[in-house]
C-alpha cells in the first residue's frame, strides 16, 4: 500500500511560470519530508527538505509548504527554468525508524521554453 | 570525490542466473541503502545498513540479499534471478544521525538491470 502519493504523473510548465507539485501521505507518523530530483540515467538528487515542526521552507527558487492536517506537502519552484524539467520525488520518513524512507512515484515537470 | 558508485551499470541475466550489484561511497557515510525503481512504483527500499557489518531489511527485501563488510562497500546479491527482479537498482548513502544532514541521501547512477 502506497504510503506516499503523487497523483499528478506529469506536469507542463510555460518558462518563467510557477510549478507546482503536490504529494499526499497518509501515515500520520510520518515528521520529516524531502524532494528529489531525478534526471534520465542519472540518480535523483536532493533538493529541500522540511521538518512537521514549520510548515513552510525556502531555498532560493524552491519552496515547500507542508499541511498536516491535511497531509499535504508541495514544491513550489518560482521561476520555473528549463532545466529543471526532471523527474521529482516526494519521500517521507519517521524519527522512530529513521533509516526507511517511503518515496513517491514520481512526477515528470517539463518546462517549455 | 566521487561520492556514490555502483558496478555494473547495465546487465542482462537469465532466469536462475546469480549476480551482486556493487555500491561505493567515498563520503566516510555510516547509512547506506539499496533501492529499486520500477514503472508507477516510485523507489522502494530493499535493504539498509546503519554501520559496518550490520544489515537490515526494507520494504521489499524478497529474493536479495545484502552484505557490508567494509564501511564504503554495500553489496546487493540476487542468489536466483527472477524476472519480476527487472528493474533499475539504485544504492544511495547518508550521514548518521549524529551529523547535521541524517536525512539527505546521496544516490548513486543506478545499474538497469534485466532478467529474461
Known amino acids: 500500500d502506497q504510503q506516499v502519493k503523487q497523483n499528478s504523473p506529469s506536469l507542463s510548465v510555460q518558462e518563467g511560470r510557477i510549478s507546482i507539485l503536490n504529494c499526499d501521505y497518509t501515515n500520520s507518523m510520518f515528521d520529516y519530508f524531502l524532494w528529489y530530483k531525478k534526471y534520465p540515467a542519472e540518480g535523483p538528487t536532493f533538493l529541500i527538505s522540511?521538518?512537521?515542526?514549520?510548515d513552510k521552507n525556502e531555498d532560493g527558487r524552491f519552496t515547500v509548504f507542508l499541511n498536516k492536517s491535511a497531509k499535504h506537502l508541495s514544491l513550489h519552484i518560482v521561476p520555473s527554468q528549463p532545466g529543471d524539467s526532471a523527474v521529482y520525488f516526494c519521500a517521507a520518513s519517521s524519527s522512530n525508524t529513521g533509516n526507511q524512507f517511503y518515496f513517491g512515484t514520481g512526477t515528470s515537470l517539463t518546462v517549455i521554453p | 570525490n566521487a561520492g556514490v558508485t555502483q558496478t555494473p551499470k547495465f546487465r542482462v541475466l537469465k532466469t536462475g542466473q546469480s549476480m551482486t550489484l556493487l555500491c561505493a561511497q567515498d563520503?566516510?557515510?555510516?547509512?547506506m541503502y539499496w533501492y529499486r525503481q520500477d514503472p508507477g512504483m516510485g523507489l522502494r527500499l530493499i535493504h539498509y545498513s546503519v554501520g559496518e557489518g550490520t544489515t537490515a531489511k526494507g520494504e521489499v527485501p524478497d529474493g536479495y540479499n545484502v552484505s557490508r563488510l567494509k564501511k564504503q562497500n554495500f553489496l546487493l546479491g540476487l542468489e536466483s534471478a527472477a524476472p519480476s527482479q527487472t528493474s533499475v537498482y539504485f544504492c544511495?548513502?547518508?550521514?548518521?544521525?549524529?551529523?547535521?544532514?541524517?536525512?539527505?541521501?546521496?544516490f548513486g547512477p543506478g545499474t538497469r538491470l534485466t532478467v529474461t
Open positions: 544511495a548513502s547518508s550521514p548518521s544521525p549524529r551529523r547535521r544532514y541524517y536525512y539527505e541521501q546521496y
Open positions: 522540511i521538518s512537521s515542526i514549520k
Open positions: 563520503m566516510n557515510h555510516e547509512y
